[in-house]
């Protein structure tokens, strides 16, 4: 079975450029290539939903330079790709806190997702100064204001209000760059996703690595607290 919604980490860029002798900066470039090029292979396989995580709520840490690479990129990445993608069938969803991030980041969010907003092949959504925590708070922070009593605040209520109210909880997670943790990234959707861990770093994730995780989720059994469908045919 294909996963329909598959959110990724991708994690490794500095050390991939590391290993080049290059700075950070360039891992992150080679990065956002990865990406470009992974939407396709991803759509092609029938995933309807692919979720990145590209700056979490923690990376203000990284030193000054590398913060605004990052923010930069944003804006390159939209100069150089959005047509491409739009064309290919991507929409676009950008999600994470936008207070923090500049009018020009704003603007290009705002651009990628309006330019792609009637796309259907494929929604990838960005998460950008996207914290997991940050999400569940605004999602209760929203449902507030709009005066919900405590009693009718359901899960279900709730996840309308989270960021990826657009798109159903991923069925499979996937981190590159060889940690075994999950950084705060979607804390609340991946109650029940299969995990799936590389040593890969980000810029080398082709088709080739997409289809191993791929083959890692086919095997999988997924429960969701129940139990496992009795065997069937003779001697069963
Ligand atoms: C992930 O790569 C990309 C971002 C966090 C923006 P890293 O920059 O974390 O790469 P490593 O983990 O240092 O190799
Ligand atoms: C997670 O990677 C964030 C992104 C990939 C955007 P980090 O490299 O920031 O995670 P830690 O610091 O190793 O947990
Ligand atoms: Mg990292």
């Given at each position: 079975?294909?996963?329909r919604h598959v959110a ?9 450029a590391?290993?080049r002798?290059?700075?950070r900066?360039v ?5 956002m ?13 029938g995933?309807?939903f692919?979720?990145v995580?590209?700056f ?11 913060v605004?690479g990052l923010?930069d990129l944003?804006?390159?990445g939209?100069?150089?790709y959005l047509q491409r993608?739009?064309e ?5 969803r ?7 991030v500049?009018?020009?980041v704003?603007q ?7 330019t792609t907003a009637?796309n ?12 997991g925590r940050?999400?569940?708070?605004q ?13 009718a605040?359901t899960?279900?209520?709730l996840?309308?209000?989270?960021a990826?109210a657009h798109?159903?909880?991923p069925d499979?997670?996937i ?6 943790r ?5 804390l609340w959707?991946l109650a ?5 861990f590389?040593?890969?770093l980000?810029?080398?994730f ?8 791929l083959?890692?989720?086919?095997g999988r ?5 129940g139990?496992a ?5 003779a001697?069963?």
């Open positions: 079975m294909v996963p990724i980490v991708m994690d490794g860029n500095g050390r991939w590391k290993k002798f290059m700075p900066l891992g992150h470039k080679f990065g290539d990865a990406l470009v090029q992974l939407v396709d292979h991803c759509a092609e396989r995933i309807e692919l979720t995580y590209a979490s709520s923690e990376n203000w840490r990284r030193p000054d330079e590398e605004s923010m944003v804006l390159v939209v100069a150089k993608l739009a290919r069938g991507v929409r676009i950008m999600v994470g806190d936008r207070s923090a500049s009018e020009r704003r290009a969010w705002d651009q990628s997702e309006q009637h259907t092949r494929i929604t990838l959504t960005v998460a950008f100064n996207y914290g940050w999400d569940i708070l999602a209760c922070q929203r449902a507030l204001r709009e005066g919900t009593a405590p009693e605040l899960e279900d209520h996840a309308r209000h989270m990826l798109a159903p909880d499979l997670f981190r590159t760059g060889g940690e075994l999950v950084s705060n990234f979607l959707q029940y996703s299969e995990f799936y590389t040593d890969c980000w810029p080398d082709n088709a080739a690595e997409l289809d191993k995780a083959a890692a989720f086919a059994d997924r429960r969701f607290g139990v469908p009795a065997a069937t045919g001697g069963s």
